[in-house]
Structure formats: C-alpha cells, structure tokens
C-alpha cells in the first residue's frame, strides 16, 4: 500500500520536510516496482536509491544540528546510525514489502518524536534570530 505524505508530518523546515516527501515517494517507486514484478536485480536497485537517499537526508539533518548546537545531536545521529545498519541488514533475503514497511514506520515515528523536536529548535533559533 503507497505511503502517503500528510502536512501533519512536517517539521517546519522546508529543506527537511522536501527530502522527507521525497523518501515517501522512493518507498512508493520501490513497492511499485515490486507489485510490477521486477526482477530482484532492478528492485536491489531500488533498495540502494531509497538507501542513498537516506543516508543524504540524514547528513543534511546533522548538517543542520552542529550548525545551529542542537543539544539531542549524538542521540539523534545515534537513531540514524542504528537505522542504516538495520536497513543494511535487512537488504539481504527480506521481502521487498518488509523493507518498505519497517522503512515506512521507522520514518513516521522518527519525524513525530525526533525530526519535529528538531524542527522545533530549528525554528525557535530562526525566530530569536529575527527578532
């Protein structure tokens, strides 16, 4: 089943919030390709652009964290580490709709506890500093 993005899953800052749209879309290409009946070859290319993108949206969010001192920054990195080790893992002999869907909840609960706290911070900094 497609994932779909909602406006109560953004964290404010449009950066973010752009890369998380855009995950979703690459889960949805990958279940796509896998309902289409791909081969395992084209949906292991799929896995490593979803994983890719992973791995630039979770940069780009640390990124922002030691620029702006975000106090949480080793836990949250700490989050992402252990989730690209699991989805690593997981690369090899799950099905497709099991990646897709550990993938799916990981990032929803990520944004609601983790992502929105530090959209929280991103945005009261922004805020001081336009005052």
Same mark, same amino acid.
């Given at each position: 089943?497609p994932?779909?993005?909602?406006?109560?899953?953004?964290?404010g800052?449009?950066?973010?919030?752009?890369q +998380? /749209?855009?995950?979703?879309?690459r889960?949805?290409?990958?279940?796509?390709?896998a309902?289409r @009946?791909?081969?395992r070859?084209? !949906?292991?290319?799929?896995?490593?652009?979803?994983?890719?993108h992973?791995?630039t949206?979770?940069?780009?969010?640390?990124?922002?964290?030691?620029?702006?001192?975000?106090?949480?920054?080793t836990r +949250? /990195?700490?989050?992402?580490?252990?989730?690209?080790?699991?989805?690593?893992?997981?690369?090899? @002999?799950?099905?497709i709709?099991s !990646?897709?869907?550990?993938?799916?909840?990981?990032?929803?609960?990520?944004i609601?506890?983790?992502?929105?706290a530090l959209g929280?911070?991103?945005?009261?900094?922004?805020t001081?500093?336009?005052?």
């Amino acid at each position: 089943m497609p994932v779909q993005w909602t406006n109560d899953l953004a964290v404010g800052i449009t950066e973010i919030d752009d890369q +998380h /749209k855009e995950l979703f879309r690459r889960i949805n290409d990958l279940l796509e390709a896998a309902d289409r @009946g791909k081969d395992r070859g084209e !949906i292991d290319k799929f896995v490593a652009f979803l994983q890719n993108h992973l791995v630039t949206h979770f940069a780009t969010e640390e990124k922002y964290m030691l620029r702006y001192g975000y106090p949480h920054y080793t836990r +949250h /990195k700490a989050r992402h580490t252990l989730f690209i080790m699991h989805f690593t893992g997981m690369k090899r @002999g799950n099905p497709i709709a099991s !990646i897709a869907q550990y993938t799916t909840d990981w990032l929803l609960d990520h944004i609601d506890k983790a992502d929105k706290a530090l959209g929280a911070f991103l945005t009261s900094i922004q805020t001081k500093k336009a005052a």
